[in-house]
């Protein structure tokens, strides 16, 4: 029996497990929490609209089938030419490894950027961002400081504009929590590029600029920060802005382990995968989402984005079952569903199969995609585990 691994257990990692338990394909995961969360839905708990148990399920109710074995443990180190991985709980080997270790924070060399900044990845770092931000209204309370209290956002694209929209709702309850005047409180977005969103079209995007301005964001394109300090940033103007939490969305790179080991990579530290997300190094390895540098159909990579990583985790399991039964395998295609923004809890943007959408029913859709996955993870059973989800908390 061939020994298959898949390392990670985010959207690429699940959805491979899936795919080869429908197979009844045995294999063992390996992930550094015992649960998965829903990344692309952060920005939600880490703006308060719901509470943080509500976005991670156990793997094992994912995950039902005895064929399939589930290890807590932290990948360390990647070793392909020994067919091992060696994680803080010992050494494993393998015939068939998928990588599926998602990203890493992409600083471009800011000086004092990740030393000074939050960032928003993973349940954990949520979880710091909405601390921190409570703790900062907090202090301002007890000290009853004159200074304003800011929030600079770096990085306008899906990350930065979604948390932009829910912080921009929570403040007003923040506010009236701490007695603190609305009008104290500033939300900075920065991005260096002309635009926000770039993935969607002008209009979609000027439609997201006025909603997010309305709600009291001030967003600045063209506006490059070149040094973090402690509650400071820089920007290329020479001019300086104060604030007390400074968060960085401005981009990922793959898992750093990738780099390290070895692989053929690009730029962005990816893994080069041919047209089945093997890697052209190593045959016996297959790598998914945002860790993969995969060529799409118009030659260019894939951009690092959920749909991408769970369309290339049911293509692996596919392609790996295929060589256990001595198949040929089947190219990876892409298909590229859209992109929805959400711009707080009740509006949103985007464009989903090619049908644009704005305001209360773009929020819909997101909601609708919410209850797709939840329905792909775990059916009825899912959603009605989850079924207190998306209430904004009490
Ligand atoms: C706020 C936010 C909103 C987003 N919105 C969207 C959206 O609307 N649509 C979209 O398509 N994409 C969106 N994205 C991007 C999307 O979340 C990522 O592209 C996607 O999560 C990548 O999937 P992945 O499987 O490659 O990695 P991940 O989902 O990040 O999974 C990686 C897994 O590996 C585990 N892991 C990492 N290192 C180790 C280690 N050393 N040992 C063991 N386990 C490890 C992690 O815990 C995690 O479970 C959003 C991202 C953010 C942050």
Redesign the pocket.
């Known amino acids: 029996m061939a020994n298959l691994l898949i ?9 491979a497990a899936k795919a080869l338990e429908k197979a009844g394909q045995p294999f063992t995961l ?4 015992e649960y ?2 829903f ?5 939600e708990p ?1 703006g308060g609209r719901n509470k943080f148990e509500e976005y991670s399920v156990p793997l094992r109710d994912v995950l039902r089938q005895p064929t399939s074995e589930i290890v807590k ?4 180190e990647l070793k392909p030419q020994g067919n091992t991985i060696v ?1 803080d709980r010992g050494e494993l080997a393998y015939d068939y490894l998928v990588i ?4 890493a924070p992409e600083y471009f060399g800011i000086p004092g950027m990740q030393e000074h900044a939050l960032v ?3 349940l954990d770092t ?1 979880r710091q961002l909405h601390e921190h931000i409570e703790k900062t209204f907090a202090a301002w309370q007890e000290d009853h400081d004159d200074t304003r209290l800011c929030i600079v956002v770096g990085g306008a694209g ?2 930065g504009i ?2 932009c929209g829910e912080l921009a709702d929570w403040m007003p309850e923040l506010a009236a929590q701490y007695a603190l005047p609305l009008e104290k409180i500033q939300l900075i977005n920065l991005e260096a590029a002309p635009t926000i969103l770039p993935m969607l079209e002008e209009d979609l995007r000027a439609e997201a600029l006025r909603v997010l301005e309305s709600k009291g964001v001030q967003l600045r394109t063209g506006t490059a920060i070149v040094k973090v300090n402690r509650n400071q940033v820089e920007l290329k103007t020479r001019e300086t802005i104060d604030a007390q939490t400074i968060i960085w ?1 401005g981009g ?1 790179r793959a ?1 750093p ?1 990738i780099e390290q080991a070895g692989f053929e990579v690009d730029p962005k530290g990816r893994a080069k995968v041919n047209e089945f997300c093997q890697s052209v190094d190593f045959a016996n390895v297959f790598v ?5 540098w995969f060529t799409g159909a118009d030659g260019k990579p894939l ?8 369309q ?2 049911d293509a692996v399991a596919q392609n790996i079952t295929a060589q256990l039964q001595s198949y040929p395998m089947r190219p990876f295609r892409y298909n590229n569903l859209g ?4 711009l707080g809890a009740e509006v949103g943007v985007g464009s989903v199969k090619g049908v644009r959408t704005k305001g209360v029913s773009a929020a819909l859709m ?1 909601e609708g ?1 919410k209850a797709k996955y939840l329905w792909h993870l775990g059916g009825l059973r899912m959603i009605s585990q989850k079924r207190g989800q998306f209430k904004r908390k009490g």
């Open positions: 390392l990670g257990a985010g959207y690429g990692g699940i959805a390996i992930n550094k929490h998965h969360y990344t692309t839905l952060l920005h880490a443990a932290r990948v360390t994680t599926a270790l998602g990203n928003l990845r993973s949520a899906l990350t979604e948390l969305t990922v898992n382990l998914i989402g945002d860790s993969a951009p690092p984005t959920g749909q991408a990583a769970e290339m985790g992109t929805l923004a959400s997101k995609s």
